[in-house]
């Protein structure tokens, strides 16, 4: 592992191939693990960045700064340190918030955005978990102090267990992904959940994506979805995905939130048809319910 210094905070990240430059962003809860099977394909012809995202990993992980605009501004100082820039950003649930918000305020930066499982305000709410934004209203004023004060908890492995399962669709059950140990290793720090939290407590910020409309010369588009997703629910991602007007989408059957573990083949095809501007022959026969 790599790490990339911001100010006091550290930033692991893993690097392999040579090309033009990709960036893998996790979701939370999860490390740069989940991409370990579409790097390997995709630094066949590219360089492959796959990032610890700020609290998760190996990267820092502070109690307070788990903010939108934190991951945002650690994002765009690493493009800029390892002079990547134009780079194709690809990200899921939150790793797919923040690479689309680094390209409504630098678009330069950005030579095409592949957004899996795109993390708003909106598709959170829909989700299993949605009902915890009503705690984070109630709590909303002490929003800071409780992350900051918040205890060191390890998950126990049967809830962990649990935890990774219910992101997984019929193929991840089926083949008992959820025993992962690199899906699982995330949960056995204390910080894990204080960082969590913090991502609960700025749901806010991410309202903004709700409302974006690509304007001309926004770099383009791809947008995946796991039909079985039950953290952030296709049904609440396609209007999400309309507004988006992608230059193309992928909804994938039998995947739920994480599809580039459950599918590592076929999204790795996505991305690299994505960030090189072309599509297979198959491509129109994409699932689309």
């Known amino acids: 592992m790599h790490v ?8 692991a990240f893993a690097r392999a191939g040579r090309g033009k430059p990709v960036v893998l962003l996790h979701n939370g809860g999860a490390s740069h693990a989940i991409w370990r099977h579409v790097a390997v394909r995709l630094a066949g012809s590219r360089e492959v960045f796959a990032l610890d995202l700020l609290g998760f990993g190996a990267s ?15 994002l765009g100082g690493f493009i800029d340190a390892l002079r990547i820039a134009p780079t194709a950003l690809v990200g899921n649930c939150m790793g797919a918030a923040i690479s689309l918000s680094l390209a409504t305020r ?3 930066a950005a030579s095409a955005l592949v957004l899996v499982n795109l993390l708003t305000e909106a598709t959170f709410r829909a989700g299993a978990l949605g009902p915890m934004l009503t705690l984070r209203r109630a709590l909303s004023g002490w929003a800071g102090a409780l992350v900051r004060l918040f205890p060191p908890v390890t998950v126990p492995r049967v809830l962990s267990r649990q935890i990774v399962r219910s992101q997984m669709g019929a ?25 969590l939290l913090g ?6 910020s991410y309202r903004v994506l709700d409302d974006f409309s690509p304007g001309p010369g926004f770099p383009p588009i791809t947008t995946l979805w796991g039909l079985q997703n039950t953290v952030l629910p296709a049904r609440a991602g396609r209007a999400l995905v309309e507004r988006l007007r992608p230059a193309r989408q992928e909804w994938l059957d039998g995947c739920g939130h994480l599809p580039m573990v459950e599918a590592p083949e076929r999204v790795s095809a996505i991305i ?3 960030i090189e501007g072309r599509r297979s022959r198959d ?3 994409s699932t689309a319910s």
Do not use: N
């Open 106 to 108: 630098r678009p330069d």
């Open 199 to 204: 991502v609960l407590f700025d749901m806010p």
């Open 283 to 285: 491509a129109e026969k």
């Open 60 to 74: 820092s992980r502070p109690p307070c700064g788990h903010t939108l605009d934190h991951h945002v501004e650690i």
């Open 171 to 195: 193929v991840g059950r089926s083949a008992r992904m959820w025993t992962q140990e690199e899906l699982l290793s995330g949960y056995d720090s204390p910080a894990q959940m204080r960082s």
């Open 4 to 11: 990339y210094r911001h100010g006091s905070l550290s930033i």
């Open 272 to 274: 690299a048809e994505a």
